[in-house]
Protein backbone atom coordinates (compact mmCIF):
# COMPACT_ATOMS: atom_id res chain seq x y z
CA UNK A 1 0.00 0.00 0.00
CA UNK A 2 3.10 2.81 1.12
CA UNK A 3 4.51 1.77 -2.33
CA UNK A 4 1.04 2.36 -4.20
CA UNK A 5 0.65 5.68 -2.59
CA UNK A 6 4.25 6.90 -3.28
CA UNK A 7 3.81 6.10 -7.26
CA UNK A 8 0.21 7.75 -7.09
CA UNK A 9 2.01 10.88 -4.96
CA UNK A 10 5.14 10.80 -7.61
CA UNK A 11 2.49 10.74 -10.60
CA UNK A 12 0.87 13.84 -9.29
CA UNK A 13 3.97 15.29 -8.66
CA UNK A 14 4.93 14.53 -12.33
CA UNK A 15 1.83 16.18 -13.42
CA UNK A 16 2.15 19.02 -11.46
CA UNK A 17 5.02 19.64 -12.76
CA UNK A 18 4.15 18.68 -16.52
CA UNK A 19 1.37 21.58 -15.85
CA UNK A 20 3.71 24.12 -14.56
CA UNK A 21 5.85 23.49 -17.66
CA UNK A 22 3.30 23.64 -19.90
CA UNK A 23 1.36 26.29 -18.36
CA UNK A 24 1.69 28.90 -21.15
CA UNK A 25 1.43 26.38 -24.23
CA UNK A 26 -1.84 25.40 -22.08
CA UNK A 27 -2.91 29.03 -21.94
CA UNK A 28 -2.25 29.67 -24.98
CA UNK A 29 -3.98 26.89 -26.77
CA UNK A 30 -7.34 28.47 -24.78
CA UNK A 31 -7.00 31.50 -26.19
CA UNK A 32 -5.85 30.30 -29.94
CA UNK A 33 -9.18 28.21 -29.47
CA UNK A 34 -11.41 30.65 -28.54
CA UNK A 35 -10.02 33.61 -31.22
CA UNK A 36 -10.38 30.46 -34.05
CA UNK A 37 -13.66 29.01 -33.19
CA UNK A 38 -15.89 31.41 -35.42
CA UNK A 39 -13.65 30.61 -38.64
CA UNK A 40 -13.62 27.24 -38.19
CA UNK A 41 -17.37 27.09 -37.65
CA UNK A 42 -18.10 29.08 -40.58
CA UNK A 43 -15.93 26.95 -42.64
CA UNK A 44 -17.37 23.69 -41.46
CA UNK A 45 -21.04 25.23 -41.83
CA UNK A 46 -20.32 26.10 -45.98
CA UNK A 47 -19.24 22.36 -45.86
CA UNK A 48 -22.18 21.26 -44.76
CA UNK A 49 -24.36 23.63 -46.76
CA UNK A 50 -22.87 22.51 -49.97
CA UNK A 51 -23.83 18.75 -49.26
CA UNK A 52 -27.14 19.86 -47.72
CA UNK A 53 -28.36 23.27 -49.33
CA UNK A 54 -27.03 23.72 -52.44
CA UNK A 55 -24.10 24.48 -54.68
CA UNK A 56 -21.83 28.12 -53.64
CA UNK A 57 -22.17 31.44 -55.18
CA UNK A 58 -26.04 30.99 -55.43
CA UNK A 59 -29.01 32.14 -53.81
CA UNK A 60 -31.30 29.71 -51.67
CA UNK A 61 -33.91 30.31 -51.15
CA UNK A 62 -36.01 29.41 -47.67
CA UNK A 63 -40.06 29.29 -48.62
CA UNK A 64 -41.78 28.45 -45.59
CA UNK A 65 -41.26 28.48 -41.51
CA UNK A 66 -39.90 24.96 -40.15
CA UNK A 67 -41.66 23.62 -37.64
CA UNK A 68 -41.33 21.35 -34.15
CA UNK A 69 -39.75 18.89 -36.47
CA UNK A 70 -36.72 20.93 -37.30
CA UNK A 71 -33.08 20.59 -36.03
CA UNK A 72 -30.85 21.78 -38.34
CA UNK A 73 -30.01 24.56 -36.73
CA UNK A 74 -31.09 25.62 -33.02
CA UNK A 75 -33.16 28.88 -31.77
CA UNK A 76 -35.31 29.03 -35.31
CA UNK A 77 -37.62 31.74 -36.39
CA UNK A 78 -41.39 31.76 -37.33
CA UNK A 79 -40.55 35.90 -37.98
CA UNK A 80 -39.06 35.99 -41.41
CA UNK A 81 -37.75 33.78 -44.40
CA UNK A 82 -34.63 33.34 -45.31
CA UNK A 83 -32.23 34.14 -48.34
CA UNK A 84 -28.62 32.69 -47.94
CA UNK A 85 -25.40 31.67 -50.10
CA UNK A 86 -21.94 31.14 -49.36
CA UNK A 87 -19.49 33.07 -51.71
CA UNK A 88 -16.44 32.64 -52.57
CA UNK A 89 -14.54 35.76 -52.94
CA UNK A 90 -11.69 34.27 -54.71
CA UNK A 91 -14.07 32.92 -57.54
CA UNK A 92 -15.32 37.49 -57.57
CA UNK A 93 -16.63 39.81 -57.84
CA UNK A 94 -19.94 39.18 -57.74
CA UNK A 95 -23.28 41.56 -58.25
CA UNK A 96 -25.94 41.20 -55.88
CA UNK A 97 -29.43 43.32 -56.65
CA UNK A 98 -32.07 44.28 -54.52
CA UNK A 99 -35.25 45.56 -55.60
CA UNK A 100 -37.40 48.16 -54.16
CA UNK A 101 -39.43 47.18 -50.95
CA UNK A 102 -41.64 49.06 -49.32
CA UNK A 103 -43.78 46.66 -48.05
CA UNK A 104 -41.68 44.33 -45.69
CA UNK A 105 -39.10 45.01 -43.65
CA UNK A 106 -35.60 43.28 -44.75
CA UNK A 107 -32.07 43.14 -44.00
CA UNK A 108 -29.33 41.02 -45.95
CA UNK A 109 -26.45 41.31 -43.62
CA UNK A 110 -22.91 39.73 -45.38
CA UNK A 111 -20.29 38.23 -42.96
CA UNK A 112 -16.69 37.69 -43.40
CA UNK A 113 -15.44 34.18 -42.30
CA UNK A 114 -14.60 35.51 -38.79
CA UNK A 115 -18.47 36.42 -38.45
CA UNK A 116 -18.24 39.93 -38.53
CA UNK A 117 -21.44 41.72 -40.61
CA UNK A 118 -19.07 43.95 -43.02
CA UNK A 119 -21.94 45.14 -44.76
CA UNK A 120 -26.11 44.26 -43.96
CA UNK A 121 -27.79 46.88 -46.63
CA UNK A 122 -31.93 46.52 -45.80
CA UNK A 123 -35.07 48.32 -44.49
CA UNK A 124 -32.63 49.92 -41.77
CA UNK A 125 -29.27 50.98 -43.43
CA UNK A 126 -30.00 51.87 -47.13
CA UNK A 127 -33.78 52.20 -47.51
CA UNK A 128 -36.63 51.02 -49.02
CA UNK A 129 -35.19 51.90 -52.78
CA UNK A 130 -33.37 48.85 -52.81
CA UNK A 131 -29.68 48.50 -55.15
CA UNK A 132 -26.67 47.21 -56.87
CA UNK A 133 -23.64 46.23 -55.38
CA UNK A 134 -20.62 44.81 -55.86
CA UNK A 135 -18.97 42.67 -53.90
CA UNK A 136 -15.55 41.92 -53.93
CA UNK A 137 -12.79 40.62 -52.18
CA UNK A 138 -9.71 41.88 -50.14
CA UNK A 139 -7.28 41.45 -52.79
CA UNK A 140 -9.26 42.70 -56.37
CA UNK A 141 -8.31 45.59 -58.14
CA UNK A 142 -10.69 47.65 -59.73
CA UNK A 143 -13.17 50.34 -60.34
CA UNK A 144 -16.82 49.59 -59.24
CA UNK A 145 -19.12 49.74 -62.54
CA UNK A 146 -21.32 52.68 -62.49
CA UNK A 147 -24.42 52.15 -60.49
CA UNK A 148 -22.64 49.56 -58.47
CA UNK A 149 -21.98 50.41 -54.72
CA UNK A 150 -18.67 48.55 -53.90
CA UNK A 151 -19.07 46.29 -50.87
CA UNK A 152 -15.37 45.21 -50.09
CA UNK A 153 -15.21 41.89 -48.16
CA UNK A 154 -12.07 41.43 -46.39
CA UNK A 155 -12.03 37.88 -46.48
CA UNK A 156 -12.27 34.80 -48.84
CA UNK A 157 -15.47 33.16 -47.34
CA UNK A 158 -18.75 35.19 -47.15
CA UNK A 159 -21.85 34.54 -46.11
CA UNK A 160 -25.18 35.98 -46.58
CA UNK A 161 -28.06 35.43 -44.84
CA UNK A 162 -30.55 37.35 -45.08
CA UNK A 163 -34.14 38.18 -43.41
CA UNK A 164 -37.45 38.88 -44.80
CA UNK A 165 -40.43 39.69 -42.87
CA UNK A 166 -42.84 37.37 -43.22
CA UNK A 167 -46.40 37.64 -41.48
CA UNK A 168 -47.29 34.83 -41.13
CA UNK A 169 -48.28 31.82 -43.73
CA UNK A 170 -50.72 33.33 -45.40
CA UNK A 171 -47.84 36.47 -46.30
CA UNK A 172 -45.72 33.90 -48.32
CA UNK A 173 -47.25 34.42 -51.74
CA UNK A 174 -45.68 38.28 -51.25
CA UNK A 175 -42.55 37.39 -48.96
CA UNK A 176 -41.33 34.87 -52.34
CA UNK A 177 -42.12 37.87 -54.39
CA UNK A 178 -40.01 39.54 -52.51
CA UNK A 179 -37.30 36.71 -52.68
CA UNK A 180 -37.74 35.92 -56.40
CA UNK A 181 -36.66 39.69 -56.97
CA UNK A 182 -32.69 39.37 -55.25
CA UNK A 183 -30.29 38.21 -57.76
CA UNK A 184 -26.59 37.26 -57.21
CA UNK A 185 -24.46 36.98 -60.41
CA UNK A 186 -20.22 37.38 -61.07
CA UNK A 187 -19.85 40.82 -62.98
CA UNK A 188 -19.54 39.37 -65.95
CA UNK A 189 -22.51 37.82 -66.07
CA UNK A 190 -24.03 41.01 -64.92
CA UNK A 191 -22.25 43.06 -67.50
CA UNK A 192 -23.21 40.93 -70.45
CA UNK A 193 -27.07 40.84 -69.55
CA UNK A 194 -26.91 37.36 -68.51
CA UNK A 195 -27.19 34.29 -65.72
CA UNK A 196 -24.65 32.47 -64.50
CA UNK A 197 -24.27 28.80 -65.76
CA UNK A 198 -25.92 26.45 -63.18
CA UNK A 199 -23.65 23.43 -61.68
CA UNK A 200 -25.07 20.41 -61.02
CA UNK A 201 -25.71 19.60 -58.01
CA UNK A 202 -27.15 16.64 -55.67
CA UNK A 203 -28.26 16.36 -52.34
CA UNK A 204 -25.70 14.17 -50.64
CA UNK A 205 -27.61 10.96 -49.77
CA UNK A 206 -25.56 10.65 -46.84
CA UNK A 207 -26.37 13.85 -44.95
CA UNK A 208 -23.29 14.87 -43.11
CA UNK A 209 -23.55 15.95 -38.75
CA UNK A 210 -24.47 19.58 -38.19
CA UNK A 211 -22.18 21.59 -37.80
CA UNK A 212 -21.46 21.96 -34.53
CA UNK A 213 -21.68 18.27 -33.52
CA UNK A 214 -18.86 17.90 -35.70
CA UNK A 215 -16.87 20.81 -34.52
CA UNK A 216 -17.34 18.65 -30.84
CA UNK A 217 -16.25 15.97 -32.61
CA UNK A 218 -13.10 16.78 -34.28
CA UNK A 219 -9.60 16.14 -32.27
CA UNK A 220 -7.43 19.67 -31.25
CA UNK A 221 -4.81 18.74 -33.01
CA UNK A 222 -7.04 18.60 -36.30
CA UNK A 223 -8.87 22.09 -35.60
CA UNK A 224 -5.49 23.99 -34.98
CA UNK A 225 -4.64 22.59 -38.70
CA UNK A 226 -7.69 23.44 -40.17
CA UNK A 227 -7.55 26.95 -38.44
CA UNK A 228 -3.85 27.15 -40.06
CA UNK A 229 -4.83 26.84 -43.47
CA UNK A 230 -8.26 29.00 -43.72
CA UNK A 231 -5.89 31.73 -41.54
CA UNK A 232 -4.12 32.39 -45.57
CA UNK A 233 -7.00 33.42 -47.34
CA UNK A 234 -9.10 34.51 -44.72
CA UNK A 235 -6.82 36.41 -42.73
CA UNK A 236 -7.25 38.32 -39.29
CA UNK A 237 -7.75 42.32 -39.13
CA UNK A 238 -5.11 44.25 -38.15
CA UNK A 239 -6.16 44.73 -34.35
CA UNK A 240 -5.52 41.06 -34.18
CA UNK A 241 -2.11 40.94 -34.79
CA UNK A 242 -1.13 40.86 -30.61
CA UNK A 243 -3.54 37.58 -31.06
CA UNK A 244 -1.30 36.59 -34.23
CA UNK A 245 1.96 36.72 -32.45
CA UNK A 246 0.50 34.49 -29.62
CA UNK A 247 -0.65 31.62 -32.13
CA UNK A 248 2.84 31.56 -33.89
CA UNK A 249 4.13 31.23 -30.47
CA UNK A 250 2.62 27.72 -29.95
CA UNK A 251 3.89 27.25 -33.98
CA UNK A 252 0.06 28.25 -35.32
CA UNK A 253 0.73 30.48 -38.58
CA UNK A 254 -0.55 30.76 -41.64
CA UNK A 255 -0.69 27.74 -43.78
CA UNK A 256 1.48 25.96 -41.65
CA UNK A 257 -0.12 23.11 -39.76
CA UNK A 258 1.75 23.01 -36.33
CA UNK A 259 4.20 20.28 -35.21
CA UNK A 260 3.99 19.30 -32.00
CA UNK A 261 5.16 16.33 -29.67
CA UNK A 262 2.92 14.27 -27.94
CA UNK A 263 3.32 16.38 -24.63
CA UNK A 264 2.40 19.77 -27.09
CA UNK A 265 -0.81 18.01 -28.08
CA UNK A 266 -1.46 17.36 -24.84
CA UNK A 267 -1.43 20.90 -23.53
CA UNK A 268 -3.22 22.81 -26.74
CA UNK A 269 -6.04 19.69 -26.11
CA UNK A 270 -6.22 20.75 -22.43
CA UNK A 271 -6.28 24.12 -23.20
CA UNK A 272 -9.37 23.72 -25.60
CA UNK A 273 -11.37 21.83 -23.06
CA UNK A 274 -10.60 24.49 -20.48
CA UNK A 275 -11.82 27.31 -22.64
CA UNK A 276 -15.14 24.73 -23.80
CA UNK A 277 -16.12 24.84 -20.38
CA UNK A 278 -15.89 28.15 -19.98
CA UNK A 279 -18.05 29.12 -22.70
CA UNK A 280 -20.25 26.63 -21.63
CA UNK A 281 -20.35 27.87 -17.96
CA UNK A 282 -21.26 31.52 -19.24
CA UNK A 283 -23.79 30.81 -21.57
CA UNK A 284 -25.23 28.67 -18.56
CA UNK A 285 -24.91 31.44 -16.46
CA UNK A 286 -25.19 34.72 -17.62
CA UNK A 287 -23.93 37.66 -15.51
CA UNK A 288 -25.46 41.53 -15.76
CA UNK A 289 -29.16 39.74 -16.23
CA UNK A 290 -32.12 42.43 -16.37
CA UNK A 291 -35.14 41.09 -15.03
CA UNK A 292 -33.65 37.73 -15.43
CA UNK A 293 -33.23 38.72 -19.22
CA UNK A 294 -29.70 38.28 -20.73
CA UNK A 295 -29.45 41.12 -23.47
CA UNK A 296 -26.98 40.96 -26.32
CA UNK A 297 -23.85 43.03 -26.69
CA UNK A 298 -24.51 46.49 -28.61
CA UNK A 299 -21.37 45.08 -30.69
CA UNK A 300 -22.71 42.16 -31.92
CA UNK A 301 -21.78 41.19 -35.55
CA UNK A 302 -19.36 43.40 -35.06
CA UNK A 303 -16.80 42.17 -32.18
CA UNK A 304 -13.41 43.95 -32.73
CA UNK A 305 -11.03 41.94 -30.00
CA UNK A 306 -13.75 40.51 -27.79
CA UNK A 307 -13.51 36.45 -28.81
CA UNK A 308 -15.14 35.29 -25.92
CA UNK A 309 -18.41 36.87 -27.40
CA UNK A 310 -17.42 36.22 -31.06
CA UNK A 311 -16.86 32.72 -30.05
CA UNK A 312 -20.45 32.12 -27.79
CA UNK A 313 -22.17 33.48 -30.34
CA UNK A 314 -21.12 31.24 -33.05
CA UNK A 315 -21.49 28.49 -30.33
CA UNK A 316 -25.10 29.35 -30.02
CA UNK A 317 -26.66 31.99 -32.70
CA UNK A 318 -23.95 31.58 -36.07
CA UNK A 319 -25.05 34.39 -38.27
CA UNK A 320 -25.99 37.19 -35.86
CA UNK A 321 -27.56 40.60 -37.30
CA UNK A 322 -26.05 43.56 -36.18
CA UNK A 323 -27.80 44.61 -32.78
CA UNK A 324 -28.82 47.66 -34.88
CA UNK A 325 -30.55 45.86 -37.29
CA UNK A 326 -31.94 42.65 -34.71
CA UNK A 327 -31.36 42.36 -30.73
CA UNK A 328 -32.37 38.81 -29.14
CA UNK A 329 -32.84 39.46 -25.20
CA UNK A 330 -33.53 35.74 -23.81
CA UNK A 331 -33.90 34.41 -20.89
CA UNK A 332 -34.43 30.73 -19.17
CA UNK A 333 -35.21 32.07 -15.45
CA UNK A 334 -37.72 34.16 -14.43
CA UNK A 335 -38.15 37.48 -12.50
CA UNK A 336 -37.13 35.74 -9.43
CA UNK A 337 -34.13 33.71 -10.49
CA UNK A 338 -35.88 30.32 -10.66
CA UNK A 339 -35.60 27.87 -13.80
CA UNK A 340 -38.68 28.24 -16.19
CA UNK A 341 -40.57 25.08 -16.24
CA UNK A 342 -43.81 23.99 -18.10
CA UNK A 343 -45.01 22.44 -15.10
CA UNK A 344 -45.93 26.47 -13.83
CA UNK A 345 -47.78 29.22 -15.09
CA UNK A 346 -46.10 31.81 -16.41
CA UNK A 347 -47.05 35.98 -17.19
CA UNK A 348 -45.23 38.35 -19.34
CA UNK A 349 -46.56 41.38 -19.18
CA UNK A 350 -45.69 44.79 -21.00
CA UNK A 351 -47.35 47.98 -19.30
CA UNK A 352 -49.37 50.50 -21.70
CA UNK A 353 -46.52 52.47 -22.00
CA UNK A 354 -43.74 49.71 -22.54
CA UNK A 355 -44.21 47.41 -25.15
CA UNK A 356 -40.76 46.52 -27.42
CA UNK A 357 -39.59 49.84 -29.06
CA UNK A 358 -38.86 48.75 -32.40
CA UNK A 359 -38.64 50.98 -36.18
CA UNK A 360 -40.30 47.69 -37.32
CA UNK A 361 -41.58 44.81 -35.34
CA UNK A 362 -41.14 42.02 -32.29
CA UNK A 363 -42.02 38.50 -30.67
CA UNK A 364 -41.53 36.44 -28.23
CA UNK A 365 -40.37 32.66 -28.79
CA UNK A 366 -40.72 29.62 -26.56
CA UNK A 367 -38.11 27.00 -26.75
CA UNK A 368 -37.14 23.68 -25.34
CA UNK A 369 -34.06 22.72 -23.57
CA UNK A 370 -32.32 21.94 -26.49
CA UNK A 371 -33.41 25.26 -27.99
CA UNK A 372 -35.92 24.07 -30.60
CA UNK A 373 -39.50 24.74 -31.09
CA UNK A 374 -41.84 23.37 -28.96
CA UNK A 375 -44.50 20.94 -30.80
CA UNK A 376 -47.94 22.01 -29.07
CA UNK A 377 -51.50 21.60 -31.09
CA UNK A 378 -51.86 24.89 -32.13
CA UNK A 379 -48.42 24.55 -34.02
CA UNK A 380 -47.90 28.45 -32.25
CA UNK A 381 -44.06 28.85 -31.42
CA UNK A 382 -44.43 32.83 -31.26
CA UNK A 383 -46.50 35.91 -30.82
CA UNK A 384 -45.57 39.29 -31.33
CA UNK A 385 -47.03 42.46 -32.59
CA UNK A 386 -48.34 41.47 -35.82
CA UNK A 387 -51.11 38.53 -33.98
CA UNK A 388 -54.34 39.73 -33.26
CA UNK A 389 -53.67 40.17 -29.40
CA UNK A 390 -55.77 40.44 -26.60
CA UNK A 391 -55.06 43.35 -24.75
CA UNK A 392 -56.30 44.55 -21.14
CA UNK A 393 -58.65 47.39 -20.26
CA UNK A 394 -55.68 49.98 -19.56
CA UNK A 395 -53.51 49.05 -22.33
CA UNK A 396 -51.30 46.76 -20.92
CA UNK A 397 -50.58 43.05 -22.46
CA UNK A 398 -50.26 39.95 -21.28
CA UNK A 399 -48.20 36.91 -23.05
CA UNK A 400 -49.66 33.95 -21.46
CA UNK A 401 -46.57 31.05 -21.28
CA UNK A 402 -47.73 27.74 -19.93
CA UNK A 403 -48.69 23.61 -21.11
CA UNK A 404 -52.79 24.25 -20.71
CA UNK A 405 -54.82 26.93 -23.22
CA UNK A 406 -56.53 29.40 -21.13
CA UNK A 407 -60.12 30.40 -21.39
CA UNK A 408 -61.66 32.45 -23.84
CA UNK A 409 -60.26 35.74 -25.29
CA UNK A 410 -56.52 35.01 -23.74
CA UNK A 411 -56.23 31.60 -25.98
CA UNK A 412 -54.63 34.26 -28.60
CA UNK A 413 -52.65 35.66 -25.84
CA UNK A 414 -51.49 31.62 -25.20
CA UNK A 415 -47.70 30.57 -26.09
CA UNK A 416 -47.68 26.99 -25.22
CA UNK A 417 -45.11 24.61 -23.32
CA UNK A 418 -44.86 21.67 -22.20
CA UNK A 419 -45.93 20.24 -18.87
CA UNK A 420 -43.13 18.80 -16.84
CA UNK A 421 -40.79 20.66 -19.15
CA UNK A 422 -37.66 23.29 -18.61
CA UNK A 423 -37.67 25.95 -21.80
CA UNK A 424 -36.28 29.04 -22.38
CA UNK A 425 -38.16 32.52 -24.07
CA UNK A 426 -36.31 34.29 -27.17
CA UNK A 427 -37.71 37.87 -28.03
CA UNK A 428 -36.73 39.16 -30.93
CA UNK A 429 -36.72 43.16 -31.91
CA UNK A 430 -36.39 43.90 -35.31
CA UNK A 431 -34.85 47.40 -36.36
CA UNK A 432 -34.73 48.01 -32.50
CA UNK A 433 -34.98 52.05 -31.52
CA UNK A 434 -32.01 53.44 -29.52
CA UNK A 435 -33.84 52.75 -25.90
CA UNK A 436 -33.53 49.04 -26.66
CA UNK A 437 -29.83 49.57 -27.18
CA UNK A 438 -29.25 51.14 -25.12
CA UNK A 439 -30.65 49.53 -21.67
CA UNK A 440 -33.01 52.27 -21.22
CA UNK A 441 -35.92 49.74 -22.22
CA UNK A 442 -35.67 46.30 -21.12
CA UNK A 443 -37.54 42.95 -21.21
CA UNK A 444 -40.19 42.74 -18.13
CA UNK A 445 -39.81 39.85 -15.84
CA UNK A 446 -41.30 36.57 -15.84
CA UNK A 447 -43.86 36.43 -13.58
CA UNK A 448 -44.57 32.43 -12.33
CA UNK A 449 -48.31 32.49 -11.37
CA UNK A 450 -48.50 29.02 -9.31
Excluded: C
Amino acid sequence: MKRFLLAVLMALAGLVAVLYLKAEQIRLGAEAYVFGYPLVMMDLTRANSAQTLGPPNQLHRVRRFPDASFREVVRPNVDTLYTSAFIDMGQGPWVFEMPANDQRFEVMPFMDAWTNVFAAPGSRSTGTAGGKFLLAGPYWQGLAPAGLTLLRAPTRIVWLIGRTQTNGVADYPLVHALQDGLTLRSLAAWQAGRDDAQPAWQRAIQQPAPPILQMQAMAATEFFERLAGLLVENPSATADAPMQAKLARIGITPGQPPHWNVLDQWSVSLGRWIADWRVARELKNPRELLHGWSAPPAHLGNYGTDYGTRAAVAMVGLGANLAADATYPNTRVDQDGRALDGSHRYRLRFKAAELPPVNAFWSVTAYNAQDFFIDNPLQRYALGDRDALTFNADGSLDLLVQATPPAGEQLKNWLPVRAGEPFLLNARLYWPKPAALSGAWGMPGVERLD
